[in-house]
């Protein structure tokens, strides 16, 4: 019923296009709709509404009961007409324009046309075009017939019926009935009847039909300024424990996702973005290849500069420091990004062994000491936007191993040296620069040292110890490599394989492990 076509002319919209449960009531008639004007031939590309009948009685509203007889039928427009004049005291009488009056014993007109063809592109004012805006077309009382969303270059096209429409540009969820979001720019565009039935006319001489009409529309931007800053104390304003963003980029995104702007921060964590769509928006911080997303609210004015303080959540480690001895530690602990190998972060932890390494990104992380006279197991901690994330460290007393690294008498370069303590779980490693490496390790343990090259598909490799008694130099030779394969089989079995075993080669203080699989 409410799709007929009875229906849709005579009354236009039922409950279900406003997404009521509702679904008997009809505008101006009955249930929740019955104080709602119906809007005839609503959504409907060729048709309009061009006659509805209103009333109207010439004598005062305090004498219209003793003149029932002077109520006479007249068009909608009239009717609108004495209104305005009744209002302004230049008539007098009562216009009875109320949703049901024409409904119940006037009549309707709706007209059809093949409808003119309205197209253009939405811009902002610098002339960029915008896409994802909705575009929606309005006759003359306000009946929306049309709407449409801009393409990815901004462009529009709609169908027209007869009129001195109302194109409306809106972002937002629209309205169900109006079909208007938050509008933007508006234009009206006088379509002739012989254009909304496409007559083949080209009446200005310019090779395209008159039905054919474009009208761009524009959108007065509005524009944000204010600061970036790590929200160290999680409150989302700015206070005290809170520092300035001094490099990076604020991605702004419209709420609808359809536009976004990349502007730069400035040392003092400040910025600036001109030529952006009014409405809501998402401000990302975009620093060293990772986004974070504020938690700010971001509303863009038209034809304003809105002053805004942008809070991104800030990642911390907490670090707690003991000595080999389980007695809390104060040292000095970095925080190196594994994507970049950058020392990103400093503490020294106080006498009860805390610290905190703040503010930070999101990413991978390794702690470690950038003291030659402390060393400790390199520690991979995960930072999350806004939370703390915690790691426990044994701090040793260090001592320093260093020495070239060569194949036949010649430096190598760029190739990782592995150290593991044999008395204990620890592990760490070292890249070889200029042919030359230095490391920190525990003092008073034995290391088990390793590092592998490949030059030309041939394998070369070093696989020694040394004892870290005291700092020394320890030169490190690499030679040919050789590959050893094989089964470990269970004393019980010949043929099934010994899985996740470790299998040791000594020769002399040289310790060479290996893990089994599958056998």
């Known amino acids: 019923f409410y799709n007929s076509m009875l229906y849709r002319s005579y009354i236009g919209y039922g409950p279900k296009d406003l997404n009521q449960t509702d679904d008997t009531s009809i505008p101006g008639l009955s249930g929740s709709l019955q104080q709602q004007h119906p809007m005839q031939a609503w959504n409907m590309s060729h048709f309009k509404l061009v006659y509805v009948t209103a009333y109207y009685n010439p004598y005062p509203s305090d004498q219209v009961r003793s003149h029932p007889e002077a109520w006479r039928a007249v068009s909608y427009e009239d009717a609108a007409r004495y209104q305005q004049e009744i209002k302004a005291g230049n008539m007098t009488g009562v216009v009875d324009m109320t949703p049901g009056s024409g409904l119940r014993q006037g009549v309707v007109f709706v ?26 077309l309005l006759d003359e009382y306000g009946i929306p017939h049309a709407s449409t969303v801009s393409d990815a270059e901004g462009h529009y ?34 379509v002739s009847e012989e254009q909304a039935m496409r007559a083949r006319e080209d009446m200005n001489n310019d090779g395209v039909l008159d039905y054919n009409i474009n009208q761009n529309l524009r959108i ?47 040392t003092d964590g400040i910025f600036v973005a001109t030529h952006l769509i009014p409405g809501n928006y998402k401000a990302t911080l975009v620093m060293n290849g990772t986004s974070v997303q504020s938690p700010t609210k971001v509303v863009v004015k038209q034809g304003e500069t809105s002053s805004v303080s942008i809070a991104v959540p800030s990642g911390h480690v907490d670090v707690l420091a003991r000595g080999a001895d389980g007695q809390n530690m104060s040292a000095p602990i970095s925080l190196v990004d594994l994507a970049t190998g950058n020392i990103v972060g400093e503490t020294t932890t106080d006498s009860n062994g805390s610290g905190v390494i703040e503010p930070l990104l999101p990413g991978e992380y390794e702690l470690s000491s950038y003291s030659p006279e402390y060393a400790f197991a390199p520690a991979a901690v995960s930072v999350k936007a806004g939370q703390h994330s915690s790691q426990n460290i044994t701090i040793y007393r260090a001592v320093n191993i260093s020495g070239s690294v060569t194949l036949n008498s010649e430096s190598l370069d760029d190739l990782t040296v592995f150290f593991n303590c044999r008395n204990m779980t620890y592990s760490d490693s070292v890249t070889v620069r200029d042919g030359h490496y230095s490391i920190s390790l525990p003092q008073g343990y034995l290391f088990d ?21 005291s700092s020394k130099e320890m030169d490190i030779a690499l030679e040919p490599a050789y590959h050893l394969y094989g089964v470990a089989h269970p004393p019980t079995s010949s043929t099934l394989g010994l899985r996740d075993g470790t299998i040791h080669f000594f020769s002399g203080s040289m310790d060479v492990r290996a893990v089994t699989s599958v056998g």
Not at 235 to 256: C, E, K, M, T, V
Not at 449 to 469: E, I, K, Q
């Open 220 to 266: 007065h931007s509005g524009g944000l300024s204010g600061t970036v800053f790590w929200d160290i104390d999680g409150d989302s304003s700015r206070s005290a424990p809170d520092q300035s963003i001094g490099a990076g980029h604020l991605l702004l995104s419209y709420s609808n996702g359809t536009f976004e702007k990349t502007v730069n921060i400035s």
């Open 157 to 190: 096209s709609l169908v027209s019926v007869a009129g001195n429409v109302t194109l409306v540009a809106s972002v937002g969820t629209p309205n169900p009935l109006t079909m208007i979001g938050s509008a933007l720019a508006t234009a009206r565009v006088n």
């Open 449 to 469: 040292v390793y590092s592998l090259f490949m030059d030309n598909g041939r394998h070369y490799v070093y696989a020694g110890s040394v004892s870290t008694d």
């Open 111 to 136: 007209k059809y046309y093949d409808g003119a063809l309205i197209n253009g592109t939405v811009l902002m004012d610098t002339g960029e075009p915008v896409p994802g805006v909705r575009v929606t």
